[in-house]
């Protein structure tokens, strides 16, 4: 195991040992203990009480982050030419479709969302095995199936993630950079909780917010408490 530099244990040690701390504290102390000497990403971890395995608990959606992630999302809009100039005019890094279709088969990802219409699925049916395990297909339920394309790619754009519970019950997500207001992150976690607490499935019993966990890129998780989200 590598030994921690200075700076790594200075961090550790702002992280009180088994302290929970509310949202507000979690979000400016996620700021403190990056160690990072890069903009890192910040992340949040929701544990909820579900089985992923029984369909009645699946917990997927989207949300709209109020300040964004931080990052710059490559979109790909698979489109046919009468949506090519709504695509690009909402910001779509890449659009088209056959060629884009070919270089996809051959095994190009080099997007982070794909945006498409009902009428292109067909196509892109036989490309799940190249999309399917990098998340990239798209999806109705995301609204990256959507005959609104430009809407859509706007969003994406602007901060809409998606986000799917884990077969351990866990919601990974990211909610923006290091370089936020502490303010800003706060909210952007919020409005993530908030959504997730409307999803809540009928059929899940007990706790649903079990617990969450804030971190950045190469720092300890800062557990936060859940009480501090209703």
Known sequence: MAKLTKKQ???????????????AEG???VKEVNTAKFDASVDIAVRLGVDPRKANQMVRGVVSLPHGTG???KVLALVTPDKEAEAK???????????????IKNGWTDVDVIVTMPAV????????RVLGPRGLMPNPKSGTVTMEVGKA????KSGKIDFKVDKYGIIHAGIGK??????????????LIQTLIKMKPTAAKGT??????????MSPGIAIDTKSVN
């Open 178 to 191: 290091v370089s936020f207001d502490a303010d800003k992150l706060r909210e952007n976690a919020q409005e």
């Open 121 to 128: 699925m067909g196509k892109l049916g036989p490309l799940g």
């Open 27 to 29: 979000s400016a102390l």
């Open 9 to 23: 244990k200075e961090a550790l040690s702002k992280v009180e040992k088994g302290r929970i701390y509310n949202l």
């Open 71 to 73: 990052k710059d999302v």
């Open 208 to 217: 649903y917010v079990k617990s969450i966990y804030l971190s950045s890129t």
């Open 153 to 156: 790619v706007a969003e994406v």
């Open 89 to 103: 005019a909402a910001g779509a890094d890449y659009v088209g479709l056959d060629e884009y279709l070919d270089k």
